[in-house]
C-alpha cells in the first residue's frame, strides 16, 4: 500500500487511512504490511509507523500482543527516534490495559540494560512506577499473579540499573527515584538498601534531580 517512492505527505496519509480501516477482519494482513514499514530505511517514516501501529494496537486487542513484541525489539535500537517512539506506544498500551500487557511490560523491563536511549529508558522505568498500584491496593485472582511477577521484573530492573545511576540522563534518574521509593513501599525489607543507595547518589550527584518543597 505505501510505496518507498511516495512523498512523505502521501506516505503519512496512507498510514492515516490505514489506522481508521484496521478492523478485526483484516489485522493478519495490517501486520504484514507494518511488519514491513519497520524495516523502511527512512527511520523517521518507521517511528511514524510505531505510532500508527500503537493506534490500531489500541483498538484492536488481536493486534496488542503482536504489537507489543514488535515494540520490544525496537525498543532495543540504535537510531533514539525508533527507540523513544518504539517505548513511548509501549507505555501509552500499558497504561491503557495494564493486565493486558503485564507480561510485554515484565520483557521490557528485563531488557532494561540493552536500551541505550536515554529518554527510551526513562520511559521503560516509568512503567515501574506508573504501573504498579500503591500499597495496600487490593488485588486478587489472575490480577494478583500477573502483579508478582511485573513486580519481580521491576525490581531487577532497578536492581540492574542502578549501578549506572549517576551516568543516566536527567529524566532517567527523575524516574528511577520514583520507581525506587514505589518499589521499598511495597517490600521494604528488600528495597531498602537500595532505596537509600539511589537516594545516597541522587544527593552526591553533580545536577542533582529536582527536589519536593521542603526538603
Not at 478492523?23 to 509507523?49: I, M
Not at 515494540?71 to 506506544?89: D, G, N, P, T
Request: hydrophobic letters at 45%; proline letters at 6%; aromatic letters at 4%.
Amino acid at each position: 500500500l505505501i510505496r518507498s517512492t511516495d512523498d512523505k505527505v502521501v506516505r503519512a496519509l496512507k498510514l492515516e487511512i490505514l489506522t481508521l480501516i484496521a478492523d478485526e477482519s483484516n489485522t493478519a494482513n495490517l501486520l504484514k504490511e507494518f511488519q514491513s514499514y519497520l524495516r523502511d530505511p527512512d527511520k523517521g517514516f518507521v517511528a511514524d509507523a510505531v505510532v500508527a501501529l500503537g493506534h490500531c494496537a489500541a483498538r484492536l486487542p488481536s493486534m496488542s500482543s503482536p504489537c507489543m513484541r514488535a515494540l520490544l525489539r525496537l525498543s532495543c535500537y540504535s537510531q533514539s527516534i525508533i527507540a523513544e517512539k518504539s517505548m513511548m506506544v509501549m507505555r501509552v498500551l500499558a497504561q491503557s490495559s495494564p493486565q493486558t500487557h503485564a507480561k510485554g511490560i515484565a520483557k521490557a523491563l528485563r531488557k532494561i540494560g540493552r536500551i541505550r536511549s536515554p529518554r527510551a529508558r526513562a520511559e521503560a522505568v516509568w512503567m515501574i512506577d506508573g504501573l504498579l498500584p500503591p500499597p495496600g491496593h487490593a488485588i486478587s485472582g489472575r490480577a494478583e499473579k500477573l502483579l508478582s511477577s511485573l513486580e519481580s521484573a521491576a525490581q531487577r530492573a532497578l536492581f540492574a540499573s542502578a549501578a549506572g545511576f549517576a551516568t543516566e540522563a536527567e529524566a532517567t534518574k527523575v524516574q528511577m527515584l520514583g520507581a525506587s521509593a514505589r518499589l521499598f513501599l511495597r517490600d521494604p525489607e528488600r528495597l531498602r538498601l537500595l532505596h537509600a543507595y539511589l537516594l545516597e547518589l541522587a544527593r552526591c550527584a553533580a545536577s542533582r534531580p529536582p527536589r519536593a518543597p521542603g526538603e
